[in-house]
């Protein structure tokens, strides 16, 4: 079973927590939990979990190709020369955005919420 974006609903988790302890489970079952650095995720939960740490790319020119690698290739190859343009600047955005985030208090007036996820919408 996968969870994802957990971090989105942290006063559900000190529920899972307790429904996860509480449950005797088939030997093979395994629970995946998938979530962004958040302060209130639950530490017990977190101590008793096997973690896999990702992180992004970091730099624009890392985080453009990383954006366009996620566009299918039959779909940039098939579209006009003025929609492979606009997923260039697209991915330019994304980048300059995501980089900007990394100095928060910094490049913006205050923190915003915005992620890989977002890319994916396009």
Not at 12 to 29: D, S, V
Not at 78 to 107: C, D, N, S, T
Request: aromatic share 8%.
């Amino acid at each position: 079973v996968l969870l994802r974006n957990i971090h989105l609903c942290p006063d559900w988790l000190n529920t899972l927590e307790k429904r996860i302890h509480g449950l005797t489970a088939h030997p093979q079952f395994r629970l995946f939990l998938s979530a962004d650095i958040h302060p209130k995720l639950p530490t017990a939960l977190l101590r008793t979990s096997d973690m896999i740490i990702t992180d992004t790319p970091t730099g624009v020119k890392a985080s453009m190709q990383h954006f366009l690698a996620t566009i299918p290739t039959a779909r940039m190859e098939k579209a006009p020369g003025q929609r492979r343009r606009l997923y260039l600047l697209l991915a330019w955005l994304h980048a300059v955005v995501m980089e900007r985030l990394r100095y928060a208090p910094i490049g913006w007036s205050k923190r915003y919420e915005f992620a890989e996820t977002d890319a994916a919408c396009t």
